[in-house]
């Protein structure tokens, strides 16, 4: 149950509200009874009357504010509970890292939505409604044991229609579900893809794939969403037929024989409103509930997930060394590479090189602890590391090609949201060159989606300075300046290769002679030489 995630407080607080809020109906219909009964019974007081309306109109007010207070604490239940699931959801899906988000993205949007408005917000209304129930039930027996049973016995036609609809309906929200996610993609993609697509001017292509994977969620919607009604109407139908014509037929018999006042027999026909609403809602909150389980499923992943941060920073570090790494594919066995042995000194610059499709990339990965090995080790300070995230990562930083920037201010971009003091955060924008920049913008400015506030070259040095400030040894570069001018990549590389407090392995396919005079050790992958510069 999703409620388990708020405070038990709220919750309790809002259950007894709402056995306030159920014993308004109570409340009225023994007003109407009474106020029926003294009207009929042939007196002429009529003060008696005023004065059982005017406690009546007091009574309601009464419930009024209680039921402010309801919605109140409801809300706060609601906003609470939803919080929750968006850390748990955020959390995860930040720490799986899929490179296909758009799951995720379907997840923390439209699937999200669907569990606050058919889950939180549908278990709450069953506790109303369900103690709604039970009072109007538990006064009704009060008042005639016989109407109540045939009431009772009466339920049994709605709830069978229940039984039948719920499985179709948790069916079709399977088929939602996923098609949601194929149209959150399509649009993701067509948001991505408008500066290609006004270029080859193919944009009404663009919009009629993300039109048609619409139209086919949009169809899934409705099909979800009419066996919804459809099922609700045929609950009205057979609770109107089964829980008030045919007791209120009952009920006219037993007063024709003199067993029920007419102020009985209309309370026993308000309550009989009161039976039929509570059982109809609560059979139609449990569909709404039921039209959430794939979502619920995926957020239940969530909430039983347990993220382990290991954030101690590496002491000394003494040395890397790979030997005879060889990586075969998972899905189609095919062999990478083989045979990969390397030693890298503290301070050392390492630049690896090889062609295109050689695997590069694939060997950050293995370093990195993201992939493990058919055959070899790695080892980091004489410590056995091979293809163990937790124990590997924390020893590297990381720049790529087209480092990832939010769309927040220069100075969390840098930190990502660390706190670090003024002195070291000057130090780090020194080391990295972006001096310049934040004496133009200031650390407070915001950069824009991407980045786009940046150049490429400023962004390149924004991911430096994060790897700086994590005070890693090791920095792992991956083609991180073959998008950058010669000129821009000499001083990107000036600024990375001249630090004498970090060790870095670079690997790239093309770079010039003056940037590969910085290092001190060129390694050809494809070649299996090793040059090594005096400097």
């Known amino acids: 149950m999703s409620l388990k995630y708020a405070k038990k407080s709220r919750v309790i607080i809002f259950a007894i509200l709402a056995a306030i809020k159920a014993c308004n109906v109570v409340f009225v219909a023994y ?21 059982l309306a005017l406690l009546t109109a007091v009574g309601q007010l009464g419930f009024m504010t209680s039921n402010f207070i309801y919605e109140t604490v409801k809300m706060g239940i609601i906003r609470d509970v939803n919080v929750t699931f968006k850390k748990a959801n955020l959390t995860y899906l930040v720490d799986q890292g899929a490179s296909d988000i758009k799951n995720g993205l379907s997840l923390m949007t439209n699937d999200l939505k669907q569990i606050e408005t058919n889950r939180v917000n549908a278990q709450l209304d069953m506790i109303l409604q369900g103690l709604t129930f039970v009072g109007s039930l538990a006064f009704a027996f009060y008042s005639s044991w016989q109407m109540t049973i045939v009431f009772i016995v009466a339920m049994i036609a709605p709830a069978f229609v229940q039984i039948i609809t719920s499985p179709i309906i948790t069916r079709k929200s399977n088929i939602w579900a996923n098609t949601n996610a194929v149209y959150t993609q399509n649009v993701s993609d067509s948001l991505n893809g408008a500066q290609s697509a006004k270029l080859y001017n193919v944009r009404s292509n663009i919009v009629t794939r993300a039109v048609g994977a619409a139209q086919r969620m949009e169809t899934a919607l409705r099909n979800m969403s009419l066996t919804q009604a459809w099922s609700l109407e045929l609950i009205y139908s057979a609770a109107e037929l089964f829980c008030f014509i045919v007791p209120c037929t009952i009920g006219g018999i037993l007063m024709m024989q003199g067993q029920l006042k007419v102020g009985t027999l209309v309370m026993m026909v308000d309550l009989a409103m009161n039976f039929i609403t509570p059982v ?17 499923q995926k957020t239940v992943k969530a909430l039983n997930y347990h993220a382990q941060y290991k954030k101690a920073k590496i002491g000394e570090f003494s040395g890397m060394e790979i030997k ?17 042995s390397l030693t890298v000194k503290p301070g050392e610059k390492v630049l690896l090189m090889a062609p295109s499709g050689w ?5 950050l990965k293995l370093i990195l602890g993201l992939k493990k090995p058919k055959t070899g080790q790695i080892l980091l300070n004489g410590n056995e590391v091979t293809g163990n995230w ?3 990562h924390n020893y590297y930083s990381y ?5 990832f920037m939010f769309d927040d201010t220069l100075r969390f971009n840098i930190t990502l949201g660390r706190q670090v003091t003024d002195e070291k955060l000057k130090e780090v924008i020194h080391e990295a060159g972006l001096e310049e920049l934040v004496a133009e913008q200031g650390l407070d400015r915001n950069i824009g989606e991407d980045g786009n506030g940046l150049s490429g070259g400023q962004i390149q040095r924004v991911e430096i300075a994060r790897a700086l400030l994590s005070g890693r040894p090791i920095l792992l570069a991956d083609e991180a300046t073959s998008a950058l001018d010669p000129s821009l990549s000499l001083a990107i590389h000036e600024t990375l290769l001249k630090n004498p407090k970090i060790a870095v392995i670079e690997v790239a396919h093309k ?8 290092f001190n050790k060129i390694v050809h992958l494809d070649k299996r030489t090793i040059e090594t510069n005096m400097n």
């Open 390 to 392: 937790e124990a590997a």
């Open 359 to 363: 695997g590069k990339t694939t060997l």
């Open 280 to 296: 109809v809602t609560l059979f139609n909150e449990f569909n709404q509930v039921k039209s959430t389980v794939p979502m619920w």
């Open 511 to 518: 770079i010039s002679p003056e940037e590969k005079a910085m």
């Open 399 to 403: 720049v790529n090609q087209k480092p």
């Open 31 to 51: 007003m109407i009874q009474i106020m029926l009964n003294v009207a009929s019974s042939g007196s002429h007081d009529y003060w008696h009357l005023i004065r």
């Open 324 to 340: 005879g790494l060889t990586y075969v594919t998972h899905h189609d066995h095919k062999k990478i590479f083989e045979d990969v």
